[in-house]
Every structure is written in C-alpha cells, then in structure tokens.
C-alpha cells in the first residue's frame, strides 16, 4: 500500500522521470535537430516534474510526454528566429545513433539528417504531431490531447508532414546500398575525380554546408550534378590530402567523421535514392562535432 507520501517522494520522482527520459530526449531531438536544445527540455521538464503536484498524476510517462512536448513546441518557434541569424545553412546536429539506433523511439522514424531538415520547414505543431505519431506511435487522441487540438485536426497535420516529406525526399535505398555509394562517392571526392562525380550524383543533387560562417564553408547551397562535381573537384586539392576518415553512423546512417591533424573537421553524410546521391551534408560547425567526438573517444 502506498502514501500520498510515496507516491510524492523524490527517489520515486527520479525513477518515473528516468524511465522515460530517453523518450522526451528522442521526441524533443525530432523536433528541434539539436541535441543540446534536446537536453534543455529535458532538464526543464525534470524541474516541472520535481515542482508539481504528482499526488493526483495518474500517468508519470503522459504527463512528462506533455511536458517536453509542449517546451519543444516552444523552443522551436524561438529556435526560428535564432536560425535566422546563422550564417549559411543551417543543418540539424548530428548524433551517433551506434549506441541507441532509435534513440527512444518506437520506431527509428524521422531521425536522418535529411528528414530533420525537411521536418524544419514545417510548423513545430505540425512537426510535433508528426513525431509522436510516426516516431513514438502514439494513439491520435493521446497526441490530440498533447497538443491541445482535436483529433480530426491531429490527423490533418500528420498527414501534412507526410505529404511534404513525400513530396521533398525520393524512396531510400537500403542501407548496404547506402553504404556502397558512399564509399564511391568519398574516394571520388578525395581523388577529384569529375567523371565518377557525375556518375553518383542525382541530376538535382544539393551540397549543405554548415559552417555557420567558418572560413571556407560554402556560404550557400550548390545545387545541381555539374556545379556539385565542379565545387567538389576544386575542393579536393585543399581539403582531402591532410585528412584522415573514419567511418561511424550518424542518425541511423554510415557517414564519415573527417579528422585533420587529430581533430575532427566534418562530418559528411548523404541522402541516397534510386537517382544516385540526393543530399549531400556537410556538418563543420564545431559545436556540432563535439558530442560526436566525445561518443568517438569514450
């Protein structure tokens, strides 16, 4: 028999809110592409779990779900403004998916680089039911209830989502096939060879850099097969000689962790369909690196 007391006591807080901290950390990353504005909301949502009445809570996992939903619904659309700022494009961080390859979900959906960026264009309510449907499988009525929305509502917006991802992303191809290309992709990048470039490459291929203003970032997207061989080509004498790869997997993908001189310059991913390399993701920024090499040395 438990007590109010119990029920209300901080060991108990702790291991409700620890059980499903994995869950708000995926759900939160989903929607933000950050790992960092991630580990706020749980923070956050671990301080309003500790002030709030816990008595009368039937259900720990709703409650703390509601919680870093509804601060990630926050810290998106602050998250916009703060993006406007940053300098060239901006690409969701990374993480190292070796460890948690769902990272708390139920499902190891919308957790690629290049979904999370498409998820950016979306509104955080449309993104954050996408989410907890797609990602979590959360019944529509619960993720309704979440988001203060009808259900009739709630399945509009999940379906938006859908359709803009279908319309914005090709078909995946799996992930040896993934693999494969990107090999060839990297040793054609490295060599600067033009001809094998091409061969790889979607007719509307796009190369993302995000520096956030480091010297030699590109500043913009390239865009299109020559222009992408080109750009690599006469990229390749100044940046390939000097550096050492190690392949790793990043959001549930094999991608490349790029080190010079013992530390870590890029991390390069790419979106692959039936049509060759899609989307090609260059990740400089090294704030962004940081807990990637962390995960690599620990």
């Given at each position: 028999m438990h007590t109010g007391d119990d029920v209300n006591s901080l060991d108990t807080a702790t291991r409700q809110f620890l059980a499903v901290r994995p869950q708000l950390f995926g759900i939160a990353y989903r929607m933000l592409g950050s790992a960092a504005e991630a580990e706020d909301v749980c923070q956050e949502t671990w301080v309003r779990w500790q002030n709030a009445d816990r008595s009368d809570i039937v259900e720990p996992a709703a409650f703390l779900t509601t919680i870093a939903t509804r601060l990630a619904i926050n810290t998106a659309q602050s998250a916009r403004v703060r993006r406007e700022a940053y300098v060239g494009p901006w690409l969701p961080e990374p993480v190292d998916t070796g460890p948690d390859p769902q990272v708390g979900a139920e499902r190891a959906e919308a957790v690629e680089l290049a979904v999370l960026l498409i998820l950016e264009k979306l509104n955080p309510v449309e993104r954050a039911a996408y989410v907890l449907r797609e990602a979590f499988d959360y019944p529509?009525?619960?993720?309704?209830?979440?988001?203060?929305?009808?259900?009739?509502?709630?399945?509009?917006?999940?379906?938006?989502?859908?359709?803009?991802?279908?319309?914005?992303?090709?078909?995946?191809?799996?992930?040896?096939?993934?693999?494969?290309?990107?090999?060839?992709?990297?040793?054609?990048?490295?060599?600067?060879?033009?001809?094998?470039?091409?061969?790889?490459?979607?007719?509307?291929?796009?190369?993302?850099?995000?520096?956030?203003?480091?010297?030699?970032?590109?500043?913009?997207?390239?865009?299109?097969?020559?222009?992408?061989?080109?750009?690599?080509?006469?990229?390749?004498?100044?940046?390939?000689?000097?550096?050492?790869?190690?392949?790793?997997?990043?959001?549930?993908?094999?991608?490349?962790?790029?080190?010079?001189?013992?530390?870590?310059?890029?991390?390069?991913?790419?979106?692959?369909?039936?049509?060759?390399?899609?989307?090609?993701?260059?990740?400089?920024?090294?704030?962004?690196?940081?807990?990637?090499?962390?995960?690599?040395?620990?």
């Open positions: 529509y009525r619960q993720v309704a209830d979440i988001l203060e929305t009808s259900e009739a509502n709630t399945r509009q917006l999940v379906s938006r989502a859908r359709k803009h991802l279908a319309t914005e992303r090709r078909e995946q191809v799996d992930r040896g096939a993934h693999r494969r290309l990107l090999e060839v992709f990297l040793t054609a990048a490295r060599t600067g060879d033009l001809a094998v470039l091409e061969d790889v490459l979607a007719a509307d291929v796009v190369s993302y850099t995000d520096g956030n203003g480091m010297r030699g970032a590109s500043r913009v997207p390239v865009v299109g097969v020559t222009r992408v061989s080109r750009y690599l080509a006469a990229f390749a004498p100044r940046f390939w000689p000097e550096a050492d790869v190690r392949w790793v997997e990043a959001n549930g993908r094999p991608a490349v962790l790029v080190q010079s001189g013992g530390n870590a310059v890029a991390l390069l991913s790419v979106d692959v369909s039936a049509e060759g390399i899609d989307r090609i993701m260059w990740v400089m920024a090294p704030a962004k690196l940081a807990p990637f090499v962390a995960a690599l040395n620990t």
